[in-house]
């Protein structure tokens, strides 16, 4: 059956986190959980966390070759453009198997992956439930699976 973690409930699918000490996680996807690194000067104007609206972009197509084709028959499916769903977090996830990285989203200084699907567990960053329309239409392709 299909599983799905939504913000921490992705994080924690991972081998650890670096969350107030390192913390094992329930290790079903190889990976570690850190946090955003800070600004480094007073040109970077952002806060940590992040809270509020970005974009999913498929993954750098140089890495997987795919751009957005790998999204059928996923949570994503059905997608063909830039997706801006809302955020709210201060750490992301590093997988250690890039492939399974579904989107990518930019934040202050740091490349995430916002969503990732290994076989039946899906993992994603953002709040699907808070997202308006799009974020619903995820809801309902992770329930068709």
Not at 11 to 39: A, W, Y
Not at 55 to 79: A, C, E, T, Y
Not at 117 to 134: L, T
């Amino acid at each position: 059956k299909p599983l799905l973690g939504i913000c921490l409930g992705m994080q924690l699918f991972m081998t650890n986190s670096e969350e107030n000490g390192i913390h094992n996680g329930l290790d079903l996807i190889k990976g570690k959980v850190i946090r955003f690194r800070d600004p480094n000067d007073h040109n970077d104007k952002y806060k940590i966390p992040q809270i509020g609206w970005n974009v999913l972009s498929p993954p750098n197509k140089k890495r997987n070759g795919l751009g957005n084709k790998h999204w059928d028959n996923s949570i994503l499916k059905d997608f063909d453009k830039k997706l801006y769903m809302y955020f709210l977090h201060s750490y992301y996830v590093v997988l250690e198997d890039e492939r399974v990285c579904l989107s990518e989203t930019f934040y202050g200084r740091d490349l995430f992956c916002s969503v990732f699907q290994k076989n039946q567990i899906i993992g994603c960053q953002f709040h699907p439930e808070r997202s308006g329309e799009q974020g619903l239409k995820i809801l309902k392709n992770f329930l068709a699976l």
